[in-house]
């Protein structure tokens, strides 16, 4: 009897433990970030106006939307945490995206981009710290790509199919296949 009470006191210990932890960090994250993401998914949407801004995830899944976005200054700065997160941001092909970070047993990658000949507006730089967590930037020609995998010129864009005696598909670009 006392074995069991001792088990639920100490099980009772722990959990008490882990939520004062998950408090402090959220508290002291507060103090660095602009945006605290704690247990939950969001998703954030970016206006035309944006400059700086930082963000940090713990155990969340956290999408940054910044294709509505074409700043005044030809730099602009994201600083992310994240620990045991998805963090899903999504940039115009109008953005040069420059990573820099550190990340411990996670993973951080870059969605090629489509449309090499857009001209770039402007620079994000992204200066992030990710444990156990997952970092994707995905330009913009990439995510129609993925939704239009039925493209069959392989630009990315919206055509169906592609006619067999034309050298040009519905959005006017040259790399049909036919």
């Known amino acids: 009897m006392k074995l069991k009470s001792l088990k639920k006191a100490l099980l009772l210990?722990?959990?008490?433990?882990?939520?004062?932890?998950a408090y402090k960090k959220y508290e002291?994250?507060?103090?660095?970030?602009?945006?605290?993401?704690?247990?939950?998914?969001?998703?954030?949407?970016?206006?035309?106006?944006?400059?700086?801004?930082?963000?940090a995830a713990?155990?969340?899944s956290v999408k940054l939307n910044f294709l509505g976005v074409h700043p005044e200054s030809p730099s602009v700065y994201l600083n992310v945490f994240a620990l045991g997160s998805a963090v899903n941001i999504l940039v115009p092909d109008e953005c040069r995206v420059i990573l820099d970070g550190n990340?411990?047993?996670?993973?951080?990658?870059?969605?090629?981009i489509l449309c090499e000949e857009v001209e770039k507006e402007f620079t994000l730089y992204i200066d992030y710290k990710a444990t156990m967590s997952s970092i994707r930037i995905a330009y913009e020609s990439a995510i129609k790509n993925e939704l239009?995998?039925?493209?069959?010129?392989?630009?990315?864009?919206d055509c169906e199919a592609v006619e067999i005696d034309e050298d040009k598909c519905e959005c006017g670009c040259e790399s049909a296949e036919v």
């Open 13 to 21: 210990g722990a959990a008490v433990g882990a939520g004062t932890y």
């Open 28 to 55: 002291e994250l507060k103090v660095f970030y602009n945006e605290v993401v704690l247990g939950n998914c969001k998703t954030l949407y970016y206006s035309s106006e944006f400059e700086d801004d930082s963000v």
């Open 58 to 60: 713990v155990g969340s």
């Open 103 to 112: 990340n411990t047993a996670s993973n951080v990658t870059v969605d090629e």
């Open 148 to 157: 239009n995998e039925g493209c069959s010129c392989g630009c990315g864009c």
